[in-house]
């Protein structure tokens, strides 16, 4: 299944084969400042920025805000359009290796965490301010969004989950001024085709990175009820999570009640000793 997903794309034609994918529908807004669209558990979030870099990040943001639950963390950021290249690379699709914005000269380095073979090719992408309408030089892409995507997901998440994927549109058989929406989808349905495997992965690792932040059944319990000092209170995450692994969360929930009035130090002893009673009547079932 695949996993939560926050795609930040320009514009509708880019837009449409994952809309018709993942059946997304437009959240209706009374203050809408983007264009949103959502599936209907919520996992997958789409939003419209328009052209440019600004826009894109902020679409981005305001993604974010929009959110029913959960963090942005635990939802692997996507730019996802058609980008020019000075290379004979039309309908490919690449996931950007290095983003950098042409005005401002910054950069940002997305790490490859999924299985080799697994995504697109990587490649350079070099967000410009206007338009390039002939003449593309070296092996990087040209587009006009990431840039500000990278800007603003790099707040919402780590870099990792924070990905761009481009289809080459335009490159020297391939003019710009031939593009047109039916030319847009076609290309961008066959990159999202070519990318599946990719997210299906990525969103996995997302999803386990942010189970393993997520606080354990009772901590919150536990911290407002014992001072922990902030080494207490890793240990007692720890070993909560392993009552969660073995499913006897309750149980460490009834050892609170137990033991509330005890200092921090003999808590975490009592739990480090019920989970080893624990761990034995397993072991003996």
Same mark, same amino acid.
């Given at each position: 299944?695949?996993?939560?997903?926050?795609?930040?794309?320009?514009?509708?034609?880019?837009?449409?084969?994952?809309i018709?994918?993942?059946?997304?529908?437009?959240v209706?807004?009374? #203050?809408?400042?983007? /264009?949103?669209? +959502?599936?209907?558990?919520?996992?997958?979030?789409? &939003? *419209? $920025? %328009?052209?440019?870099?600004?826009?894109?990040?902020?679409a981005?943001?305001?993604?974010?805000?929009?959110?029913p639950?959960?963090?942005?963390?635990?939802?692997?950021?996507?730019?996802?359009?058609?980008?020019?290249?000075?290379e004979?690379?039309?309908?490919?699709?690449?996931?950007?290796?290095?983003?950098?914005?042409?005005?401002?000269?910054?950069?940002?380095?997305?790490?490859?965490?999924?299985? #080799?073979?697994?995504? /697109?090719?990587? +490649?350079?992408?070099?967000?410009?301010?206007?338009? &390039? *309408? $002939? %003449?593309?030089?070296?092996?990087?892409?040209?587009?006009?969004?990431?840039?500000?995507?990278?800007?603003?997901?790099?707040?919402?998440?780590?870099?990792e989950?924070?990905?761009?994927?481009?289809v080459?549109?335009?490159?020297?058989?391939?003019?710009?001024?031939?593009?047109?929406?039916?030319?847009?989808?076609?290309?961008?349905?066959?990159?999202?085709?070519?990318?599946?495997?990719?997210?299906?992965e990525?969103?996995?690792?997302?999803?386990?990175?942010?189970?393993?932040?997520?606080?354990? &059944?009772?901590?919150?319990?536990?911290?407002?009820?014992?001072?922990f000092?902030?080494?207490?209170?890793?240990?007692?995450?720890?070993?909560?999570?392993?009552?969660e692994?073995?499913?006897?969360?309750?149980?460490s929930?009834?050892?609170?009640?137990?033991?509330?009035?005890?200092?921090?130090?003999?808590?975490?002893?009592?739990?480090?000793?019920?989970?080893?009673?624990?761990?034995?009547?397993?072991?003996?079932?």
């Amino acid at each position: 299944m695949m996993g939560r997903i926050s795609w930040v794309i320009a514009f509708r034609p880019e837009a449409q084969p994952v809309i018709d994918r993942f059946s997304l529908r437009k959240v209706k807004n009374e #203050r809408e400042l983007f /264009p949103v669209y +959502r599936s209907e558990d919520g996992r997958i979030s789409l &939003v *419209l $920025s %328009g052209l440019g870099k600004v826009l894109s990040s902020a679409a981005a943001v305001y993604l974010a805000s929009t959110e029913p639950e959960d963090s942005p963390e635990e939802s692997l950021w996507l730019n996802f359009g058609i980008a020019g290249s000075g290379e004979r690379d039309f309908g490919k699709a690449f996931l950007g290796s290095r983003i950098t914005d042409e005005g401002s000269g910054k950069s940002w380095y997305p790490p490859a965490v999924w299985s #080799r073979g697994t995504g /697109p090719a990587r +490649r350079e992408v070099r967000t410009v301010d206007r338009p &390039v *309408l $002939s %003449g593309i030089e070296g092996s990087s892409l040209v587009d006009m969004e990431a840039s500000g995507f990278m800007a603003a997901a790099s707040k919402l998440n780590t870099l990792e989950f924070c990905q761009c994927i481009k289809v080459v549109s335009d490159d020297p058989d391939h003019s710009v001024h031939e593009i047109d929406r039916s030319r847009v989808e076609a290309l961008c349905e066959k990159a999202l085709d070519e990318s599946l495997p990719f997210l299906e992965e990525l969103t996995s690792l997302c999803g386990e990175r942010a189970a393993r932040r997520r606080a354990p &059944v009772g901590f919150q319990e536990w911290t407002e009820r014992v001072r922990f000092t902030v080494s207490q209170g890793h240990q007692l995450r720890k070993l909560l999570q392993k009552f969660e692994i073995l499913g006897e969360s309750q149980r460490s929930l009834d050892l609170l009640s137990e033991r509330r009035s005890e200092p921090a130090k003999a808590c975490l002893q009592s739990l480090r000793e019920e989970l080893e009673l624990v761990r034995m009547r397993n072991r003996e079932k």
